[in-house]
C-alpha cells in the first residue's frame, strides 16, 4: 500500500449533514482496502478563483494509505460526486 494525500472542495451552498454525508462516503471507500492516517475538514475558505460560479468551499483534506485500486474508484466517485466542485489525489513520496 502507498501512501496518498486527497484534498476536495465541497460547495459552499451545501448544508451541513451533507457535507458530513459526504466526507462519509468517501471515509467508506478509503476504508475499503485503505487506511487513513488523517482526516481534516478545514472548514469554509475562500477559492482563489471562481469555480462554477462559487467564490468559497468547504476543504476537507485525507491522508491515507491504500491500494491503487481503491485510489482509482475514489477519483471515479469524486468525478461524479455533484456537491465536490474540485478534487486532487497526490502520491507522498517517501524522503
Known sequence: MRNYELMYIIRPDVEQETVQAVVEKFQGIIGNGGEIVKHDI??????????????????????????SAVVTELERVLKITDEVIRHIVVREQIA
Do not use: C, Q, W
Not at 49 to 61: A, M, P, S
Open 42 to 67: 478545514m472548514g469554509k475558505r475562500r477559492l482563489a478563483y471562481e469555480i462554477n460560479k462559487h467564490r468559497d468551499g468547504t476543504y476537507v483534506l485525507v491522508h491515507f494509505s491504500a491500494t
